[in-house]
């Protein structure tokens, strides 16, 4: 049953790969204009030879469908091409901006659920209560948040008014780097035992962290709460309480452990809408990721690293909806199809 | 009085929509949220004659004044003006036109279309349907934002466009919604008994389900409207919005930006127009699920 | 071996940074590349030249002095002769010799050079051919024309080590006061002091140059004493950082002017009186002065007051609205018009002000923003076959001209090779005797005679409006106190050889 399941699943991403390639192959295409010269508009002392030059390169000067099919094949063969504005592999541009925005999402993620799974039990077992109304309007406002307005409001704060935390970039300037191993900055700077580094790498993660975090963290809250709902009207809790078992214990031990499957659901699901949401913390927090480079890409039309770039993010959302389904259906016996 | 009564007792439209407020009232946030939105609204239709001053013209005068109550300000300006000395309650007012139109424009047009593939897909189902959930599906695996972005990039700045760049994905989950409600709906005994008298395929779609899954349908489409609004700020906190000078609100937070340091009010307070507007709707989307879907509590 | 000296070196440099003293610089922008023969950006420039020199170059005077070169003189009008300053090394301790200088030049002129690219720089090259080593310490250049422009222009090349062969630079190593230690793109770039330097070494160890794009991002690290120099402060933030005991602001008549170009082939803009109402309709002196606090010249023409043959004599439009009106309703507008006015983010607050005063006159501005320069030239470009009804109409915009020689302005402005595809003409200007006049500027070699051939250019363009003339803004630099000796150039070049730390 679950094999069939899984196959079944795994036939069903196949055109939406395919759509997903066709859409980002398409962007470019769609726009006004001829996209070479647009791009080199800035740059000035260009030769209309170049341009043709740079054109071939692409592959501009041939038939749609082969181009789409030169587009497919790059991207099974791993070649993203080169960006038009810094002259540099795609790929080496992603490699070196990724893991700015891998540990920012990943903070985000910490933060939101540090904060919301404890909000969204205590807000179940203490149904209707003051607690549970506040949290709720707290969820309600987190969700309605414009996170991009947060970042600013927090810097403000934090930053321009109070001066504690650092209002951008990864790291102090008076701190020295650790060596990069993984690129994220927390991990390198474990490993190197550079615990100034660390110290400061936290400082600069936590504000933009908050505020990439705190839509998420409210869905979480709410999701949390009501599978916890849902929970302990089930019997065996019903049963684990008839065995006299300490309230806590089975809220944490037995409750909460089947409670968070759907909330991991949720959480793995809109890891694609924190990375979307990095597009404008990063730009605000002057974080060097990847959500900067593709509003900077957008902007002056470097394609090759645009479409590569909405790729990966599309990508990533469907491998991680996939995995959420498997482990959804490996953890809970319900789902069945 | 007496009129009121019979027109109670004897309109069945008046009667569910009594009963619709008394199940609505029960939420006291609901009703919190019914109230900033009227308020919102009412702004936004009579925005030209609530304050003197023109949304869109410099006054040399009266540049970066901060709100009243901070020394050098003055009641003149309640919230301050402007890099340009504009009035900033005037700009938000106004710019809450541009916020309510686009998202109402773009959750109508995405509810239409959502619902009427979503009838379909779940009606219909087979190879129809494959293909319509393959499109969401798709759709769904970009984020919102950035492909938002790289279209208006495209299609160029401006109103038109940005209400199409909203406008591309948000039908897909109306359409979700209606589908697993009609997937619902089609075994239903109203539904064997309609076609069983035989109703075409049309009539049940529209005349038996459509009605039945309305309440999600304006659920889905109240709370949407809210994502729509933060969108289309956020587009405009790109500069990828209406053009100047018209004063959306994440265009106002964008420049406001620049003077972070100085003059923080030019960016914050279109922020919370932006989050009363968001939560207001949200709430009152809480509040029809309440009473349009009694299942959800 | 070299390899082996060069890392010994920068152990022991590097070793020595606990106690080194350390410039950081918040630049506004990021370097394009490491080579520099491959942009035209001059934030790259600046890093850049830190540890390339050039074979001269300008002082924050705007004078041009020798550096690499001892002199560059003219044996005949196409051929250039320079002599190389003996005694010189390169960062990986091989001696500069001709062979380098003529490897440098070669590099920017010939086609494909650079692992199979054309520098971006040629331009600047004007018809340099080629240029040949005659002995250890000479070097001959050959030109196609006559340019005698060749001394003014060879300050903005870098010069290479010829090992750099036929590859793409990027590891950049040159003969300047400072060595190249790292870049990390969107972040820093930096270089430490260079002990062996040949002339005076710097006094400071090491420079880092902070890539923080955010303006205000910029102003709060200066204000916390994280960098010690900040480029373009806003104006804005101005009264603040003057209250602040630690930091000076300090500015700089900068090379860059704006101005709003009208398509002159396309009514209305077709009609010299709209082209004046329009100059009369804004009010210039509000603008400099309200929204950029004072600090920008009001320019009668687009040359700034430094450059060569500025021209004093043209007459500056004054600010009168009711004039305005007459002009519009002589030209058949009495009730105005409506146009669209297209600009890039940056001058988007510039933008609305136009609106605004134009309206006061009835002409009804729609603007447009695009998220490029070259996005709006492309608009522009694709534009030029079309009938002129489909045309775009003006372009609110700037121009930097580093060199401060209307060469480099006047021609790419007004020439009329340059509408359309070319480097930037969007009124569509075009005139055959101003086209004389700048070819013969290109020809002449002598300064009295090209400062009348500049001037003459001037007042034919000036008395055709084709664009409302406006200002040159100032550059404004944050400075932290412990950092002395050091002052802004016009041209946006960071000198830092002079400067010391305090404490």
Redesign the interface.
Known sequence: MSKKFLFHRMLQTIPVVLGITLVVFSLMHLTPGDPVETMLGSVGHISQEDIELIRQELGLDQPLWKQYLGFLGGIVRGDWGVSLRYGVPVKDLIRERLPATLELTLAAMAVSLLIAIPAGVVAAIRRYSIVDQVSTLVSLIGVSLPDFWLGLVLILIFSVGLGWLPGGLRLGFEVTAPPTVTGLLLVDSLLARNWEALWAAMKHLLLPSLALGAPLAALTMRITRSSMLDVVKQDYITFARAKGLKEAVVIIKHALRNALIPTITVIALNMGTLLGGNMIIERIFSWPGLGQLVVDSIRTYDYPVVQASVMLYALTYVAMNLAADLVYTRLDPRVKL | MELEQVLYQESPMWSALRDFWRLYRKNRLAVWGLAVIAIMVIAAIFAPYLTPYHPEKPDFTALRKPPFWMPGGSLAHPLGTDHLGRDMLTRIIHGGRISLTVGLVVIFFATSVGTILGLISGYYGGRIDAVIQRIVDTLLSFPYLILATALVAVLGPGLQNMLVALAYKEWIYPCRVVRSEVLAAKNKEYVEAAKAAGAGDLHIMFREILPNVFGSVIVVATLRVAWVILMEASLSFLGLGVEPPAPAWGTIISEGRRFINTQWWISTFPGIAVLLTALGINLIGEGLRDALDPRMR | MKKGITAVVLVLLLSGLVCAKTL?IGFDDDL??LDPADF?HRQTEAMLRQVYEGLSTYTPDREIVPELALSITAIEPTLYEIKVRPGVKFHDGSPLTAEDVAFSINRLVKEGAMAGR?S????LMGPTKGAVAVDEYTVHVELANPWPLFPRFIPWQMIVPKSVGDSYIDKPVGTGPFVFEEWV???HFSVVRNPEYWGDPPKVDRV?F?V??????R???L??G??DIATFI?V??IS?LENHPEIDVVSVLGTRSYFLEMNVNKPPFNDIRVRQAMNHAVDMD?IIN??YEGRATRIPFILSPQAFAYHDGLPMFDYDPEKARRLLAEAGYPNGFSFELDTV?AH??R???Y??ML?EVGIDV????W?????????W??MKDKPVAEQRDAFLNDWGNASLDPFDILIPKFHSDHRG?G?GNFSGFADPEVDRLLEASLESDNNEERLMLFRQAQEIIHAQVPMVFEFVAHEIYGVRSRVKNWRPSPDSRIHLKEVELAH
């Open positions: 950081v394009v590349t035209s054309t971006q720089r040629r331009g793109r969107d972040s880092v902070r923080i794009g955010d303006e205000s991002a102003v709060s690290a204000r916390s994280e960098v806003p804005h933030e603040s509000t309200v929204i983010d988007r607050a933008a609305e002000i609106q605004a309206a729609k603007i447009r923003t998220p490029t320069w070259g996005a709006v030239r492309e608009a470009m694709q595809l480097r």
